[in-house]
Nanobody, 124 residues
């Protein structure tokens, strides 16, 4: 069993930056691939970024490439999402998720555990 808790959300102006954290509990948390997803009102949940358990392989949605960076610190059981050059269209609830597979997958159905989510609002 893995519990995930996100933090770092809030309100930011266009062009600003935020860093999200996802703290995982559970002694095997460091073995999981991790992903960040977001869901805006009236839209489906979408993949944002993912990272393998080792941190070597990372994937990004095209909409955030070059602006967002995913990383992890397995000693702290924490995954981060650094978000720069934020745009109003980045406004959404951001959630982290853990996947027991060894690869990063884009389909939220493949993830086994989810955090409660944190709101990011980017003002124009």
């Amino acid at each position: 069993q893995v519990q995930l808790v996100e933090s770092g959300g809030g309100l930011v102006q266009t062009g600003g930056s935020l860093r999200l954290s996802c703290a995982a509990s559970g002694r095997t948390a460091s073995l999981y691939a991790m992903g960040w997803f977001r869901q805006a009102p009236g839209k489906e949940r979408e993949f944002v970024a993912g990272i393998t358990s080792s941190g070597v392989i990372r994937h990004y949605a095209d909409s955030v490439k070059g602006r967002f960076t995913i990383s992890r610190d397995n000693a702290k059981n924490t995954v981060y999402l650094q978000m720069n050059s934020l745009k109003p269209e980045d406004t959404a609830v951001y959630s982290c998720a853990a996947d027991r597979s060894l690869v990063v997958t884009l389909d939220p159905k493949n993830y086994d555990y989810w955090g409660q989510g944190t709101q990011i609002t980017v003002s124009a």
